[in-house]
């Protein structure tokens, strides 16, 4: 997969750049993390976003907004992202 990035990772990405994009809004600072475990992380306005291999974070700097979705929590991929691309975007200011 591309820059280390698994199928959800780079799935997970997209949708949420295409989410962003529909409200006028851009992932900024995005950047590949690899270590023992890739991730990807950036920043959409308040927020700053993590997307792992099997689950997506996100977080206001003041710590108001404490978003958190794993895998297990979900019935698939798909339900996640589609979970997680919509918090996001609710809470962006």
Same mark, same amino acid.
């Given at each position: 997969?591309?820059? %280390?990035?698994? #199928?959800?990772?780079? @799935?997970?990405?997209?949708?949420l750049e295409e989410g962003l994009?529909? #409200? %006028?809004? !851009?992932?900024?600072? #995005?950047?590949?993390? $690899?270590?023992?475990?890739?991730? /990807? @992380? %950036?920043? *959409? $306005?308040? /927020?700053?976003?993590?997307?792992? $291999?099997? %689950? *997506? ?17 979900? #019935?698939? $991929? @798909? !339900? /996640? ?7 996001? /975007?609710?809470?962006?200011?």
């Amino acid at each position: 997969m591309e820059s %280390g990035l698994n #199928k959800f990772q780079i @799935e997970c990405d997209r949708k949420l750049e295409e989410g962003l994009r529909s #409200k %006028g809004f !851009e992932l900024r600072d #995005k950047r590949t993390v $690899q270590g023992d475990h890739t991730f /990807l @992380e %950036g920043r *959409a $306005q308040n /927020l700053r976003i993590w997307i792992y $291999q099997n %689950g *997506a974070d996100a977080a206001s700097d003041d710590g108001k907004i404490d978003l958190r979705f794993e895998g297990l929590d979900f #019935k698939s $991929q @798909e !339900e /996640l992202i589609q979970t997680f691309v919509s918090e996001v /975007l609710n809470h962006i200011r």
